[in-house]
């Protein structure tokens, strides 16, 4: 019996990993929300204090957010000796990369930006500004995980890798972060939102080559 | 001398007198350019008075942190398309070597600027920002080396990070400048402003010239280290498999 | 004689310090590094050469 295309496989089995999971799911939103709720202790309920910061440390969230569980996605797969047969198939590597980081965004990172609004309000955020915003959290979250992925895929083969993977993420996190920041601010008519689309575009068109080479080179 | 960077052979023989030569040279022209700045360039009362005596130290680090990213960028991508090991040796070697001058840019214009700017750091400096995020690479960098098996698989590791991160440092400049430039108010000092009269650029030039001399002399020594280092392992190598 | 200056010279004698001592101190890592290289190198040869 023939299985189905490698690609639609590796992106429904990363889909129904995170599912299955259950805590997998609900521990990015978690970590999220708990981040979020955690600023006005250690900031200052002080409402205007918060407003200025509130998108910004929703950003941040959401970066971290994506780091949280990044460390499963490509390392179960080494473990079990799935990525090894996903090497040794026809289609490109890099698609198979491409679909399991787009998988573990669609289950990990959108469920946030969907959360933004609620969260911002608490944040004392104005609402108004917050959906629109959305499409920049989306676009910059997409580029989180991005980044995150080729982190995960270098880190794959090491044990409890989850710290390297933030060194090495975070930095290539700074530009989606910056005109990310931006984006929320000025709205979709500034040029951020334009930046913001050419640095996510420019993840998705190395990241999965990246991670591919680093998922080759943790097969062999 | 190509063919001395491919050969590690001949690497050896080149650098035995390279090596040191470098660091003499290196070392004497960083002489001459911190006596330049201690001692014979005049105050100037227009950038701050005798602390700007420091950039003739801070602005070559700068200048060597983000040279030295770009070599590990540069011999990264020569490893990952020719396999000449000794790019790979370079490679390892850099890094910490880049890692420690990216440090003494930090910590020389954190020091330049609490008396200029009134804090310890400036977070609106984009050159700064720039270059701590660059630390966080240099540092990436040789965490993930440490963390790979084998040897093999630290180069391959480090190779695609050190590309992953070089094409990722213009836009980094490019997004953090935009950032600055809405932050900054105009009275950060620009080094570059005015055009710099000679007294002060011919001792700051020679100064980021010393320090990438004797950067490539820390280098060489390095790579030999790495050279014998890994000729000693093909030993324990054959004696484990018995020939 | 070293120059004396009117401000902010605790500042300026740190940099220059930090600044020699830096490079410096790569250059003894470095020796150091290369020396424990050679020597573990030469006694493997050794050790081949005599088993």
Redesign the interface.
């Known amino acids: 019996m023939r299985s189905p295309s490698p690609l639609r496989a590796a992106f429904r089995q990363a889909l129904g990993e995170a599912w299955a999971g259950g805590a997998g799911v609900l521990l990015p939103i978690g970590f999220f929300a708990g981040a979020a709720m955690l600023v006005p202790f250690t900031v200052g309920s002080e409402a205007s204090q918060l407003s200025s910061i509130g998108t910004g440390i929703l950003w941040v969230a959401l970066a971290l957010a994506s780091l949280v569980s990044m460390e499963r996605v490509f390392q179960a797969d080494l473990e079990d000796g799935v990525l090894e047969l996903w090497a040794q198939e026809e289609t490109p590597l890099f698609l198979v990369a491409a679909a399991k980081i787009i998988a573990h965004w669609l289950v990990s990172g959108l469920p946030l930006v969907l959360l933004t609004p609620p969260i911002g309000i608490a944040l004392q955020v104005d609402p108004g500004a917050l959906v629109p915003a959305m499409l920049a959290y989306g676009l910059g979250g997409l580029a989180f995980f991005l980044w995150g992925g080729v982190a995960g895929a270098l880190a794959a083969s090491v044990a409890r890798g989850g710290l390297l993977i933030s060194l090495l993420a975070l930095p290539l996190f700074v530009p989606t972060a910056i005109f990310g920041a931006l984006a929320t601010i000025e709205g979709p008519g500034g040029p951020s939102l334009l930046f913001l689309s050419a640095t996510t575009l420019f993840a998705l068109s190395i990241a999965p080559f990246a991670a591919s080479a680093a998922l080759r080179l943790a097969v062999d | 001398m190509i063919r001395a960077f491919a050969n590690p052979h001949r690497f050896m023989a080149l650098s035995r007198w390279l090596a040191p030569a470098c660091l003499a040279v290196g070392a004497l022209l960083m002489v001459w350019s911190a006596w330049q700045g201690l001692w014979v360039v005049p105050q100037d009362d227009y950038q701050g008075g005798d602390i700007m005596r420091a950039m003739f130290i801070h602005v070559p680090s700068a200048w060597l942190a983000m040279a030295s990213y770009m070599g590990l960028a540069a011999t990264s991508l020569i490893w990952f398309v020719w396999r000449h090991e000794l790019a790979d040796m370079a490679a390892k070697s850099i890094a910490p070597l880049g890692a420690a001058y990216t440090a003494l840019c930090l910590a020389t214009g954190s020091i330049w600027g609490k008396p200029t700017w009134g804090t310890w750091w400036l977070w609106d400096d984009a050159r700064m920002m720039s270059v701590l995020v660059m630390f966080f690479l240099f540092l990436g960098y040789m965490a993930l080396r440490a963390a790979m098996e084998t040897r093999q698989k630290a180069a391959r590791a480090g190779a695609i990070l050190a590309m992953v991160g070089a094409v990722n440092v213009p836009l980094i400049k490019f997004s953090v400048d935009i950032w600055s430039s809405i932050h900054q108010d105009a009275s950060v000092l620009r080094l570059d402003g005015p055009a710099m009269p000679p007294v002060y650029l011919t001792p700051l030039l020679i100064g980021g010239l010393a320090h990438m001399i004797f950067f490539a002399g820390l280098t060489m020594m390095l790579m030999r280290a790495e050279v014998w280092g890994r000729r000693g392992d093909v030993l324990i190598a054959r004696k484990l498999s018995g020939s | 004689m070293l120059?004396v200056?009117?401000?902010?010279?605790g500042?300026?004698w740190?940099?220059?310090a930090?600044?020699?001592v830096?490079?410096a101190?790569?250059?003894v890592?470095?020796?150091i590094?290369?020396r424990?290289?050679?020597r573990?190198?030469d006694r493997?040869?050794a050790?081949?050469e005599q088993?």
């Open positions: 120059p200056f009117e401000q902010n010279a500042f300026i740190t940099i220059y930090i600044g020699a830096v490079p101190g790569l250059f890592y470095a020796l590094r290369a424990m290289a050679k573990r190198l493997l040869q050790e081949r088993g």
